[in-house]
């Protein structure tokens, strides 16, 4: 483990990935600060930029971008009372209030401290915390894995939103696209319709991109793209001690919640932002002014929430390979194109590759702080970006992205329908996170069922004869009906 | 002009129901392999879970009565419409006029349907946005990206392209 520290030190401490995390943070900012650029979809529009890079350098870009779309989505929440990412929706609770008060730079600094210490409490966390679940995960079997994978798959049931059904269907329709290509056991072509570039798959990438990215920008021209016009000026970012004081047992509770949140697949930082946020609202009885009158303790729950849920979702991605939420689910894609599998294994054959990971998050925060407080001033006005100029260009981003990914003409197509059935979707309400579900986790699940199947002769036995793999799927039972309850008590 | 699509869980579950049975019947010609588990044995399952939840959700839809529908405004079909057309239209003109032409001639379209105005700005935006993801990509990430085999950009742009060795034909 501390050879793979080291190992992953001297990979981030290098000028390049230094730069490339820069880099990120400073686009991630950018985009978190436009309303309805979430982190999501700036991870995917940008992913092909790191297909040239070596691993780690694009995961350094990558993760800049994340922390720094995820912080920055707290700017217009506090200024015009809209959530630039749908993480910092709970934000507007208290930052908003401050900014009718006249104190939005109170706001974006208690926000920023709030952002750092979520996101380094929580890297430190997994650090330590990863490396032991990797452990136990390499001791696992076909029967545990293909219990992961349906555990994982189950999921959906919780993240459906209103209708269970349809959050099923979004994620089988993904596990029904992954099916395309060569069957994993024989070899043989499956769904490919004479095609034969469909034999290597549909490529997960492109799909994201259609649907975080395309999906988007069409939902945006339906609803119009207007400019937004903010003139307000923010001073007095650098936070006080007192308000530091202030904030202290509310940011770190925050943030060790939203870590354990954030390591819940599926959970994502908006539901961590929600649960700290209501927390905090519950434990401070004494909160002067109210919650929702414009405290910065609300301020800083939530946004230590959201921020520290973001290294959370890398847990069940590095160690499972099962993406924590959309972004990470990208990155896993993003690791893919590389020949890299996330899951128990990479810790044995990539331990660099993990800790500068880890390292490299550390580090994004640091610079979130250093970018946030000195450059709050120029943020602010970037919200007022004309969309005229910006959709189209990102709509040539998911363009070039879906063709970069192996020069196919294919992809771009593939990219475009995902895009059109994705806004299709979205239309009717269909969460779109569950069918990113289906698409990594079907093959996993697929594969590993087949292979117990293939081992045990055909017997089910194989299943449910092994303890670690009964009581994972129990607790995909659990997670399949507690929804279906809820949703009808 | 507004218009309500009425039923839209009904008329879903009712497709869902067609796509459950079309893997089944894609499905016919897939070998069953050894055992149970062919290529086929997997998507049938996930085409049986379909249908179920179809089922569930069309039913919902008709015990409830369903109240779902929704309002949608001529100019919002249009709008959204006209960006997925000039999307998939720069898509089909990558291959033919490369990817400088082809996105410089995008952008300007799309930004002028944005409801861009400034000759300028949009003259500026889309050249520089396209040259700057030329270089991006096939220079400094050695990306290729299309060529077109009839405008010869390659030649016109400057010597730091033939930097590149990532320029597809």
């Known amino acids: ?489 | 002009m507004k218009a309500e699509i009425r039923h839209t869980d009904t008329v879903g579950s009712i497709l869902w129901l067609l796509l459950a049975g079309g893997i089944f019947l894609a499905s016919e010609d897939l070998p069953v392999g050894t055992a149970e588990t062919g290529p086929a044995f997997y998507p049938r399952v996930i085409a049986v879970l379909i249908g179920g939840f179809a089922l569930l959700q069309l039913g919902r839809s008709v015990y409830e009565a369903e109240a779902n529908a929704h309002t949608i405004r001529s100019g919002q079909v249009k709008t959204v419409g006209a960006v997925a057309a000039l999307v998939a239209i720069y898509v089909l003109s990558l291959p033919w006029l490369g990817f400088v032409t082809a996105t410089t001639t995008f952008l300007v379209v799309c930004m002028v349907y944005s409801g861009a105005r400034s000759v300028v700005r949009i003259g500026t935006s889309a050249v520089g946005v396209s040259l700057l993801l030329y270089y991006l990509f096939v220079v400094f990430l050695r990306v290729p990206l299309p060529e077109s085999p009839f405008i010869p950009v390659r030649a016109i742009l400057p010597g730091l392209i033939h930097a590149g060795h990532g320029v597809l034909y």
């Open chain 1, 1 to 489: 483990m501390l050879a793979g520290f080291f190992e992953g030190l001297s990979l981030v401490f290098q000028p390049l990935a230094l730069s490339l995390i820069v880099l990120g943070v400073t686009i991630g900012i950018v985009m978190g600060s436009i309303p309805g650029m979430t982190a999501t979809m700036t991870v995917a529009v940008l992913v092909s930029l790191t297909f040239g890079m070596n691993p780690t350098e694009g995961m350094m870009l990558l993760l800049g971008v994340y922390g720094g779309a995820l912080y920055a989505g707290s700017i217009p929440a506090i200024l015009i009372r809209t959530p630039g990412t749908p993480s910092a929706a709970a934000t507007i609770f208290d930052g908003f209030p401050l900014s009718e008060q006249g104190s939005a730079g109170r706001a974006i600094g208690v926000a920023t401290v709030a952002s750092f210490v979520g996101g380094v409490v929580s890297v430190v966390l997994i650090t330590f915390l990863s490396p032991q679940i990797a452990t136990v995960a390499l001791s696992m079997g076909s029967p545990e894995y293909f219990a992961i994978a349906f555990f994982g798959l189950t999921i959906i049931a919780s993240i459906s939103g209103d209708s269970v059904a349809k959050g099923m269907l979004s994620g089988l329709l993904g596990m029904l696209i992954a099916t395309v290509g060569l069957d994993p056991t024989l070899g043989q072509p499956r769904f490919t319709f004479g095609v034969p570039e469909l034999s290597a798959g549909i490529e997960f990438i492109a799909v994201m991109i259609g649907l975080f990215g395309l999906a988007e920008g069409l939902d945006r021209y339906r609803e119009g793209i207007g400019s937004l016009d903010v003139k307000q000026d923010v001073a007095g970012i650098t936070p006080s001690l007192s308000d530091l004081k202030n904030i202290r047992n509310v940011t770190l509770g925050s943030s060790v919640a939203g870590t354990l949140i954030g390591a819940i697949p599926g959970a994502g930082g908006d539901i961590a932002a929600f649960v700290t946020y209501n927390e905090a609202k519950r434990w401070v009885t004494d909160a002067t002014p109210a919650f929702g009158e414009g405290n910065v303790k609300g301020v800083a729950a939530a946004e230590s929430g959201n921020n520290s849920s973001t290294a959370g979702a890398l847990v069940p991605t590095l160690t499972l390979g099962i993406p924590g939420d959309s972004v990470t689910a990208i990155l896993i894609g993003a690791l893919l194109v590389h020949g890299i599998q996330p899951g128990p294994g990479l810790f044995e054959k990539e331990p660099g590759l993990v800790f500068s990971i880890f390292i490299g998050f550390f580090v994004v925060y640091v610079v979130i702080l250093l970018l946030g407080l000195l450059g709050a001033h120029l943020w602010v006005r970037v919200i007022n970006f004309p969309p005229k100029y910006l959709w189209p260009s990102i709509l040539v981003f998911c363009v070039v992205g879906a063709f970069a990914l192996r020069a196919s003409v294919l992809d771009m197509w593939v990219m475009v329908a995902a895009g059109v059935i994705g806004f299709l979707l979205r239309m009717d309400e269909y969460p779109l996170a569950p069918m990113v579900l289906g698409l990594i986790l079907g093959p996993i699940a697929e594969q590993n069922l087949r292979r117990s199947l293939e081992l045990s002769n055909g017997s089910w036995d194989i299943i449910y004869t092994s303890p670690v793999a009964v009581a994972i799927l129990l607790l995909a039972g659990v997670s399949l009906v507690t929804p279906v309850v809820l949703e009808h008590r």
